[in-house]
């Protein structure tokens, strides 16, 4: 049911693009993207609903793959300030109220 | 624009001690959760909260009880605290949503050891 996220880890020079997926064995209703830096709270970005709709960031892109059950986070143009561990939460038919937390995503943005 | 606040910030306990984590939201939110974060294990959901009055268990309930009396707190208790606990507490809030389509918002998390 935790959805799988992958890679593990990226290593980015500034400037460079990355892609963060998130896959579920389940049909989703909505994924929640967030970004958590050491030692802090995991702070929002965006959400991906059923059918399409998306809130969130300016500057950072997500899909949502209805029929793959899996979505993706596009970092294009990194910046130092990207660096940090990327977490997706989803939720499913019949469990909509809470989220389920993927592992997270390494982050690394170097000069 | 104080968000989601958590108190305290750092607790060193004894096996066997118990205590309380508060949680308090000045967003008026209906949602409100616990998570707890442990190196490699991501977010896991211990006890949730739709309304004033109502609590549900998360993924990982055992030891810990919760109660919210207002709308606005949302508390976390440790009966009998174990080294297993040990771990950073985070608590998070959002509006009521169908299919979760409001962003949860997150404290600065507690931080806690139990010896």
């Known amino acids: 049911q935790q959805p799988v996220q992958s890679p593990q880890a990226v290593i980015l020079r500034e400037g460079e693009d990355a892609v963060i997926n998130c896959s579920s064995s389940k049909a989703l209703y909505s994924v929640h993207w967030y970004r958590q830096k050491h030692g802090e709270a995991p702070v929002f970005l965006m959400i991906?609903?059923?059918g399409g709709e998306q809130k969130g960031h300016e500057k950072i892109s997500a899909s949502f793959n209805e029929k793959k059950q899996q979505s993706s986070l596009y970092l294009t143009a990194s910046q130092l300030s990207y660096s940090g561990t990327y977490f997706c939460?989803?939720?499913?038919?019949?469990?909509?109220?809470?989220?389920?937390w993927g592992l997270g995503t390494s982050l690394a943005v170097n000069p | 624009n104080a968000g989601v606040t958590q108190t305290p910030k750092f607790r060193v306990l004894k096996t066997g001690q118990s205590m309380t984590l508060l949680c308090a939201q000045d967003m008026n939110h209906e949602y409100m959760y616990w998570y707890r974060q442990d190196p490699g294990m991501g977010l896991r959901l211990i006890h949730y909260?739709?309304?004033?009055?109502?609590?549900a268990k998360g993924e990982v309930p055992d030891g810990y009880n919760v109660s919210r009396l207002k709308k606005q707190n949302f508390l976390l208790g440790l009966e009998s605290a174990a080294p297993s606990q040990t771990s950073v507490y985070f608590c998070a809030s959002s509006y009521a949503a169908s299919y979760s389509n409001q962003p949860q918002h997150f404290g600065d998390g507690t931080r806690l050891s139990i010896l």
């Open positions: 909260s739709v309304g004033e009055g109502t609590t």
């Open positions: 991906l609903l059923k």
């Open positions: 939460g989803t939720a499913y038919a019949g469990n909509n109220r809470k989220l389920i």
